[in-house]
């Protein structure tokens, strides 16, 4: 989870609501948990690879209309994930040092690099792959600590004087929600390699306490940033690196360049957790028949060469492309993640009424909480405008005209044999 949004949001948030946006940070974390709760549940009734998919499909009864709904889920999420690597590739350059501004040639070259790197570390197998995450991870999350001691003992809480900024009370807090709550997002790939997580029980805890820390996390980061950057600095000099600021005006040479190099690592752990993610989506895709089955075929090793291959050369052209790094967000934002998530919290309500659905885990107060889920999801569209939502449109148009095509694909060879 720990990637790009922290490293660059903070100044968004803060131009909604000022100082008190901290509880926008608070806020999509707490959304993202109840969001969790509903998906640690399904997993565990329907534990197969790219499970996401398979939720809209089981719960509205294997026809056209659930099948529909699964191509809107898988290639939803498999379409903002992508954008979320090309984000990641696209802004990696500059948090390694300030040559490689984002849009250059050196920018575009890290971006390739740190790509193919992710690739190959996902065609190793998912063991190594969460081995060398959890590796990164422990050592960016060390280095971003000191990062926030030494914020808040540099820093002077009169600093977030005034407290409240922006739009006026809790609309402006509201409002910062929906940058804060892209941040929570990579959790989704734990569950989609259930059939390579040896303790399915494991699984619920693992997301949720993920979620608590990186919350906390989150919250002491953006609280140290404001601490010690003034609204000018925000606004401006550091409007799109606020916490690369924070280490620069901390003034230690050597805690800057071990802030660059958690920064890489951590944006990498995100590339390649996200890559994986996306070639179990397409597995799933392919067992429904809506891409070519041999794209999710497994190796000697069981690793999905082509579908990992795939999701890592569409994010090597895209990222070529940075200026669209706008439509990325607001795309992968809406289809990637508002659209399969409202698909999945009323396929969950129809499963929880379903005499058929057993999971081994079950939430306490199932309803409520996919009610709490999808009020926090309603906050997190709040801001979109209407270019945003037309650029949406068009993608769902598109999306549903794909799927058109290949359900009458699929009907006439089916007819045909």
Do not use: C
């Amino acid at each position: 989870m720990v990637g790009v949004a922290i490293l660059t949001f903070a100044s968004s948030t803060y131009q909604y609501a000022g100082s008190s946006s901290i509880f926008s940070w608070i806020l999509a974390g707490v959304f993202s948990i109840f969001m969790a709760l509903i998906y640690a549940e399904m997993v565990t009734a329907f534990p197969s690879s790219g499970a996401i998919v398979t939720f809209p499909y089981e719960a509205f009864g294997k026809n056209r209309i659930s099948r529909y709904l699964a191509f809107l889920e898988g290639t939803g999420y498999y379409i903002g994930t992508l954008f979320g690597i090309v984000i990641s590739a696209i802004i990696l350059g500059s948090y390694i040092s300030p040559v490689f501004a984002t849009g250059t040639f050196g920018s575009f070259v890290i971006a390739e690099v740190s790509l193919i790197f992710a690739g190959v570390i996902n065609l190793l197998g998912a063991k190594i792959t969460s081995r060398v995450n959890l590796l990164m991870s422990l050592v960016f999350m060390v280095i971003f600590a000191l990062v926030i001691i030494l914020g808040f003992h540099n820093g002077s809480i009169m600093n977030m004087v005034p407290f409240f900024g922006g739009s006026s009370g809790i609309s402006g807090i509201l409002y910062a929600v929906p940058i804060a709550i892209l941040a929570y997002g990579s959790w989704t790939a734990v569950i989609t390699v259930p059939e390579e997580t040896k303790d399915m029980k494991s699984m619920p805890k693992a997301i949720i306490y993920s979620l608590l820390v990186v919350t906390v996390l989150y919250s002491l980061l953006v609280m140290a940033t404001y601490m010690n950057l003034n609204q000018k600095q925000l606004e401006n000099t550091f409007y799109y690196y606020p916490v690369l600021g924070l280490v620069t005006l901390l003034g230690n040479h050597f805690l800057l360049l071990a802030f660059q190099f958690a920064a890489l690592l951590a944006i990498v752990a995100v590339m390649i957790v996200m890559i994986m993610s996306n070639a179990r989506i397409l597995m799933a895709l392919g067992k429904l028949k809506f891409v070519p089955k041999n794209v999710g075929v497994l190796n000697n090793k069981s690793i999905p060469v082509y579908a990992t291959l795939l999701s890592l050369f569409i994010p090597m052209v895209l990222s070529a492309l940075p200026s669209y790094y706008y439509q990325y967000v607001i795309i992968g934002a809406i289809i990637g993640t508002g659209l399969p998530r409202v698909i999945d919290i009323a396929s969950y309500i129809k499963l929880r009424r379903s005499q058929g659905y057993s999971p081994r885990y079950r939430v306490k107060y199932g309803m409520l909480v996919a009610l709490i889920a999808f009020f926090g999801l309603a906050i997190s569209e709040l801001s979109l405008g209407i270019n945003d939502l037309e650029w949406s449109l068009v993608a769902l148009a598109v999306m549903t005209l794909v799927f058109l095509i290949i359900e009458k694909y699929h009907k006439k060879s089916t007819s045909t044999i």
